[in-house]
C-alpha cells in the first residue's frame, strides 16, 4: 500500500477530484495549505511596505491507495493538475505500512477502499 | 417659556441626535473593525474590546465631569469649571453660546461621541502591545488632561484659543492632530513590537474587516463633519459635500500613487487614504468650498502616503496601525489648509483664509498647530510616564508572543474545530 500527498494549485481541484472519479479512486482526503517552492512565494504590499516572502495558497490532496492503483492515482493527478508552469505542485508517494477502518476494524488492502 | 419653544427647532434637533448616532458608528463598529481587521490574529479582540470599552468608559467620564471641563463655564481661557458636575443644569433649554436651537444636552451628547472616538483612535498606535490595565488608566487619563482642556481651548466658551479666532469646524485640530501627536510620542515611548523591522511581517489579519470599518468611517463621518454644523441647515449640507469630495480625492490619490510606486493599487491604500481625506477635510469642512477640498484632499492622499510609507520607514519608530502618520499629519494638513482656504463667503461665520487675501487667519491656525503639537506631546510623555511606573504598560514578551487576546482577554477569536 502506498500513501500519495499531492500539492496542486487550487483552481485545479475540481477536475483532479473528476479525474481521480474517473479512476476509481474515491478515498481522498483534502486540506488548504500554504507553501512555497523555488520562486520563494509572492511578495504582497500593505502601505507600501513590502512583505517578500509570502507564501502561495495551495491545495494538498493525500490518498491510500492499494499498489494496483498507485500509477493511475499518479496519472490523474498529473492529467489534470499540470498547466505547464512554475507551481503546479508535486507528487510525493510513501510506504504506507496499515490501514484500520475505525467502523469495523478492518486491516489492510480490504480496508483502503 | 414659550419664548424657548419657539427658539427650538426640531429638525436641528433631529439631526444633531442622528449625527450623534453617527458619530458613535464610526468609533464601534467603524473604527474597531478598521483597526481590527489591520492586527494579527491573535489580536483582534484586544483592538475590539478597546474600542468598544472606550464608549463605555468616556461616556461616563463625559457625563461625569469631561463635559463641565471642556465646555463649562470657564476659567481664565484654560478650562471649564464643574458647575456642570453630572450634567447639573445641563437640559432641554439651550445654551445659545453653542447652539441656539437644540436642546443644551444633545448638543452634549453629540460632543460625548467626539470625546469617545478621540482616545480611541490612538489605540492603533500601542495595538498589539499594551497592557489593558495601562490602556484604561492612560485613556482616562488623556481624555481628562489632554482633550478636555484642548477641546475648552478650541471651542469651549472663553476658551484662549478659541478668543484668537482659531477655526476647527468639526475637529481636525481637537481630536484628530492631537491624538496624531499623542500617538507618535507613545509608539516612540512604548517601542516596537517584537520583531518590528526584523523580518517578521505584519499582514492584515482582514482586509475586508479593514474595508468593512473604513467605509462606515466615511458613512459616521457625515455626521462628524455635518452635524457639526449643529442644525439641519444650509452649512450642513456643505459640509456633507465637502466632506465626500475631499474623501473621494484622498482615496482615488493613494491608490494612483501605490500604483506608480508599487506595481499595484490596492484596497488598503484607497480605504488609508479615503480615511486621510476625511482627517483633512475636518476641521475645513464647513469654511471651503468643494473645489478646494478636492485640492485638499488630494494633499491629503499624498503626504499622508509619505508620511506612512516612506518616512515611518525610515525613522523606524513602529506607530502599528499608523495613527500619527493619517490623524497626526492629515489633521494638521486640514487645519493649515483651513487658513489657506477659508472664505466667508462660505460661512459668514468664519474668515477669509491666505488665498482670500487674508494672512491673519494662517497665522492664527499655525499658532494653532504649534500649540497642540507641544501640548499633546508634554502631556502624553508625563501621562505615559505616570502610567509606565504605575502598571508596567507593556505585556511582558511571552504574552506578546502568545497575543494579546488569550492573555489580557481570555478569549480566541477564531475557532480552527468545530
Redesign the interface.
Given at each position: 500500500m502506498k500513501y500519495i500527498v499531492a500539492v496542486i494549485q487550487p483552481h485545479k481541484l475540481d477536475e483532479v477530484m473528476k479525474s481521480l472519479e474517473e479512476a476509481e479512486v474515491n478515498l481522498v482526503t483534502v486540506s488548504n495549505v500554504l507553501g512555497r517552492g523555488r520562486q520563494k512565494g509572492v511578495t504582497?504590499?500593505?502601505?507600501?511596505?513590502?512583505?517578500a516572502g509570502?507564501l502561495l495558497k495551495k491545495i494538498k490532496l493525500e490518498i491510500a491507495v492499494n499498489e494496483d492503483f498507485v500509477e493511475p492515482t499518479i496519472q490523474a493527478i498529473i492529467k489534470c493538475a499540470r498547466t505547464g508552469d512554475m507551481g503546479d505542485g508535486k507528487i510525493f508517494i510513501l510506504d504506507l505500512p496499515e490501514v484500520i477502518r475505525i467502523r469495523t476494524g478492518e486491516k489492510g488492502g480490504t480496508a483502503i477502499g | 417659556m414659550k419664548k424657548e419653544v419657539k427658539e427650538m427647532n426640531t429638525g436641528d434637533t433631529a439631526w444633531v441626535l442622528t449625527s450623534s448616532a453617527l458619530v458613535l458608528l464610526m468609533t464601534i463598529p467603524g473604527l474597531a473593525f478598521f483597526y481590527g481587521g489591520l492586527v494579527r490574529r491573535k489580536n483582534v479582540l484586544s483592538v475590539l474590546m478597546q474600542c468598544f470599552i472606550i464608549v463605555c468608559v468616556i461616556s461616563l467620564q463625559w457625563i461625569l465631569y469631561g463635559y463641565s471641563l471642556t465646555f463649562g463655564p470657564d476659567i481664565k481661557g484654560i478650562i471649564g469649571n464643574l458647575d456642570w458636575f453630572g450634567l447639573r443644569g445641563v437640559g432641554g433649554t439651550p445654551n445659545p453660546d453653542y447652539a441656539a436651537t437644540i436642546p443644551h444636552s444633545a448638543f452634549m451628547i453629540f460632543q460625548a461621541m467626539f470625546a469617545v472616538i478621540t482616545p480611541a483612535l490612538i489605540i492603533g498606535t500601542y495595538a498589539e502591545r499594551m497592557k489593558f490595565s495601562a490602556f484604561l488608566i492612560f485613556t482616562i487619563l488623556w481624555a481628562t488632561f489632554v482633550y478636555d482642556p484642548l477641546g475648552h481651548w478650541v471651542w469651549g466658551t472663553g476658551g484662549w484659543l478659541k478668543g484668537l479666532g482659531a477655526l476647527d469646524f468639526a475637529g481636525g485640530i481637537v481630536v484628530h492632530t492631537s491624538s496624531g501627536i499623542s500617538a507618535l510620542v507613545l509608539a516612540i515611548l512604548i517601542g516596537k513590537r517584537i520583531g518590528y523591522g526584523n523580518g517578521v511581517?505584519?499582514?492584515?489579519h482582514n482586509m475586508p474587516f479593514t474595508v468593512l470599518g473604513g467605509a462606515l468611517l466615511w458613512f459616521g463621518w457625515f455626521g462628524f463633519n455635518a452635524g457639526s454644523a449643529l442644525g439641519a441647515n444650509e452649512l450642513a449640507a456643505h459640509a456633507f459635500i465637502t466632506t465626500n469630495t475631499a474623501t473621494a480625492a484622498a482615496g482615488l490619490t493613494w491608490a494612483l500613487i501605490?500604483w506608480k510606486?508599487?506595481?499595484?493599487p490596492?484596497a488598503?491604500?484607497a480605504v488609508?487614504g479615503a480615511v486621510s481625506g476625511l482627517v483633512a477635510i475636518t476641521p475645513a469642512c464647513g469654511f471651503v468650498n468643494p473645489v478646494n477640498a478636492i485640492f485638499i484632499g488630494i494633499v491629503a492622499g499624498v503626504i499622508c502616503?509619505f508620511a506612512?510609507?516612506?518616512v515611518k520607514?525610515a525613522l523606524g519608530y513602529d506607530d502599528a496601525l499608523?495613527v500619527f502618520g493619517i490623524h497626526g499629519v492629515g489633521g494638521i494638513w486640514g487645519t493649515l489648509a483651513t487658513g489657506l482656504f477659508a472664505e466667508k463667503a462660505v460661512n459668514e461665520a468664519g474668515a477669509n483664509g491666505l488665498f482670500f487675501g487674508d494672512a491673519h487667519q494662517f497665522l492664527v491656525q499655525c499658532l494653532l498647530v504649534v500649540v497642540t503639537v507641544i501640548f499633546a506631546a508634554v502631556m502624553t510623555f508625563i501621562i505615559y510616564k505616570v502610567v509606565n511606573a504605575l502598571v508596567c504598560a507593556r505585556v511582558a514578551k511571552k504574552e506578546e508572543i502568545v497575543g494579546l487576546d488569550l492573555t489580557q482577554h481570555s478569549e480566541s477569536a477564531y475557532t480552527l474545530v468545530e
Amino acid at each position: 500500500m502506498k500513501y500519495i500527498v499531492a500539492v496542486i494549485q487550487p483552481h485545479k481541484l475540481d477536475e483532479v477530484m473528476k479525474s481521480l472519479e474517473e479512476a476509481e479512486v474515491n478515498l481522498v482526503t483534502v486540506s488548504n495549505v500554504l507553501g512555497r517552492g523555488r520562486q520563494k512565494g509572492v511578495t504582497e504590499v500593505y502601505r507600501g511596505a513590502k512583505e517578500a516572502g509570502s507564501l502561495l495558497k495551495k491545495i494538498k490532496l493525500e490518498i491510500a491507495v492499494n499498489e494496483d492503483f498507485v500509477e493511475p492515482t499518479i496519472q490523474a493527478i498529473i492529467k489534470c493538475a499540470r498547466t505547464g508552469d512554475m507551481g503546479d505542485g508535486k507528487i510525493f508517494i510513501l510506504d504506507l505500512p496499515e490501514v484500520i477502518r475505525i467502523r469495523t476494524g478492518e486491516k489492510g488492502g480490504t480496508a483502503i477502499g | 417659556m414659550k419664548k424657548e419653544v419657539k427658539e427650538m427647532n426640531t429638525g436641528d434637533t433631529a439631526w444633531v441626535l442622528t449625527s450623534s448616532a453617527l458619530v458613535l458608528l464610526m468609533t464601534i463598529p467603524g473604527l474597531a473593525f478598521f483597526y481590527g481587521g489591520l492586527v494579527r490574529r491573535k489580536n483582534v479582540l484586544s483592538v475590539l474590546m478597546q474600542c468598544f470599552i472606550i464608549v463605555c468608559v468616556i461616556s461616563l467620564q463625559w457625563i461625569l465631569y469631561g463635559y463641565s471641563l471642556t465646555f463649562g463655564p470657564d476659567i481664565k481661557g484654560i478650562i471649564g469649571n464643574l458647575d456642570w458636575f453630572g450634567l447639573r443644569g445641563v437640559g432641554g433649554t439651550p445654551n445659545p453660546d453653542y447652539a441656539a436651537t437644540i436642546p443644551h444636552s444633545a448638543f452634549m451628547i453629540f460632543q460625548a461621541m467626539f470625546a469617545v472616538i478621540t482616545p480611541a483612535l490612538i489605540i492603533g498606535t500601542y495595538a498589539e502591545r499594551m497592557k489593558f490595565s495601562a490602556f484604561l488608566i492612560f485613556t482616562i487619563l488623556w481624555a481628562t488632561f489632554v482633550y478636555d482642556p484642548l477641546g475648552h481651548w478650541v471651542w469651549g466658551t472663553g476658551g484662549w484659543l478659541k478668543g484668537l479666532g482659531a477655526l476647527d469646524f468639526a475637529g481636525g485640530i481637537v481630536v484628530h492632530t492631537s491624538s496624531g501627536i499623542s500617538a507618535l510620542v507613545l509608539a516612540i515611548l512604548i517601542g516596537k513590537r517584537i520583531g518590528y523591522g526584523n523580518g517578521v511581517t505584519y499582514r492584515p489579519h482582514n482586509m475586508p474587516f479593514t474595508v468593512l470599518g473604513g467605509a462606515l468611517l466615511w458613512f459616521g463621518w457625515f455626521g462628524f463633519n455635518a452635524g457639526s454644523a449643529l442644525g439641519a441647515n444650509e452649512l450642513a449640507a456643505h459640509a456633507f459635500i465637502t466632506t465626500n469630495t475631499a474623501t473621494a480625492a484622498a482615496g482615488l490619490t493613494w491608490a494612483l500613487i501605490e500604483w506608480k510606486h508599487n506595481g499595484a493599487p490596492t484596497a488598503l491604500g484607497a480605504v488609508s487614504g479615503a480615511v486621510s481625506g476625511l482627517v483633512a477635510i475636518t476641521p475645513a469642512c464647513g469654511f471651503v468650498n468643494p473645489v478646494n477640498a478636492i485640492f485638499i484632499g488630494i494633499v491629503a492622499g499624498v503626504i499622508c502616503y509619505f508620511a506612512v510609507a516612506k518616512v515611518k520607514a525610515a525613522l523606524g519608530y513602529d506607530d502599528a496601525l499608523d495613527v500619527f502618520g493619517i490623524h497626526g499629519v492629515g489633521g494638521i494638513w486640514g487645519t493649515l489648509a483651513t487658513g489657506l482656504f477659508a472664505e466667508k463667503a462660505v460661512n459668514e461665520a468664519g474668515a477669509n483664509g491666505l488665498f482670500f487675501g487674508d494672512a491673519h487667519q494662517f497665522l492664527v491656525q499655525c499658532l494653532l498647530v504649534v500649540v497642540t503639537v507641544i501640548f499633546a506631546a508634554v502631556m502624553t510623555f508625563i501621562i505615559y510616564k505616570v502610567v509606565n511606573a504605575l502598571v508596567c504598560a507593556r505585556v511582558a514578551k511571552k504574552e506578546e508572543i502568545v497575543g494579546l487576546d488569550l492573555t489580557q482577554h481570555s478569549e480566541s477569536a477564531y475557532t480552527l474545530v468545530e
